[in-house]
């Protein structure tokens, strides 16, 4: 249960205010136990890994910090919350985490040597005019937040667009997140609180008012894989009476079954806008903070493509069968792409129906 917005920001926000002081306070003590602990590893293979994720949070806590103040810096210059609706607000609301997802890259790159590799065709003629002035709604596979980070910080950034994200209610307990997400327009998924119809009516409204230079983000899957969820998804379209899908999507042993609703709702609610299908491959894995510590990739290239559907080649007039079937055939596609592109040495998912126990190597330091 996510708490009120009055906990949030008067109990976990100074929390974290708090930490974020200490650990930066005591950063220099911690930088050299971690040195020592990566020296001691060396001779059996470390990597530095308490090392870098020192100075990875040390980075990030930083630019958490100066974020949080900025943020409210411009509560108060907005009159105390009375323009952040404004025009003027919401730019400087997405400069300012431009700056926060720029920061964040460039600490993942210094301290893990991450670099992200975007392939797509190159736009030309008409393709173009479409890259600059046409509203976007981009679905993606899901796959953990470094993933969802690196994809904001590329519309950002490198497109200069202006996203809108379909996200789940308990990113809130972040307090960036709570305040970037509750200040922009977004919709926060909480399917403990309300029905699937409310968010999909919360969705075409958001997807309504892109604007050209705008981007909406979906993850139809709707959470990581595990293969737990796996196996629900297959099972969900069984009980619904969905033998092909649930057939489809056993075959695509890397993503969770897409749930339509939400994208298609957006593809219905804004006529004008390309579709763009990102599928990304690297950080799957990176999922609670141990898995920073454990798993985070070093000096490796996070692949992703991107595939764009010009509007007038979406498929929004077809039946709602056949709207779905399409989106399938690309996540079929997706997860064909990611097969083949698993960084070399990552662990494939291995298919649930023949997966045992697995046990895990000791990580080096």
Known sequence: MLPPVLVRRLVLMPL???????????????????????????????????????????IGLSADLAT?????????????GRRLGTEAYQRRHYELMRWFLDTAYWGAGRAYGLHLEVEEPAPSGEGMISLLTRPVIVLSRHAGPGDSFMLIHQLLSVYSRSPRLVMKAALQLDPTVDLFGNRLPNVFIDKHETGENIFTRQI????????????????PEGGNWTPLRWRRGIRRLEDQGRPTLASRARHMPNLLPPRPGGALAAIEACPEADVIFVAHSGMETIITIGDVWSRFPIDQVIKAR?????HDQVPREAEHEDRVKWLYDWWQLIDAWITANRPEGAAEHEHPAHSGDQTTEPVKD
């Open 204 to 219: 075409k409204q958001l997807a309504a008012g892109i604007g050209e230079r705008g981007a909406l983000v979906i993850f």
């Open 16 to 58: 974290v205010v708090v930490f974020a002081v200490v650990f930066i306070v005591l950063s220099p003590v911690l930088a050299v136990l971690a040195l020592v602990c990566g020296l001691i590893a060396l001779p059996r293979g470390g990597r530095m890994r308490s090392l870098r994720l020192t100075f990875f949070t040390l």
């Open 68 to 80: 949080l103040f900025a943020l409210a810096g411009l509560w108060i210059a907005s009159g105390f």
């Open 306 to 310: 991107w595939w764009r559907v010009p």
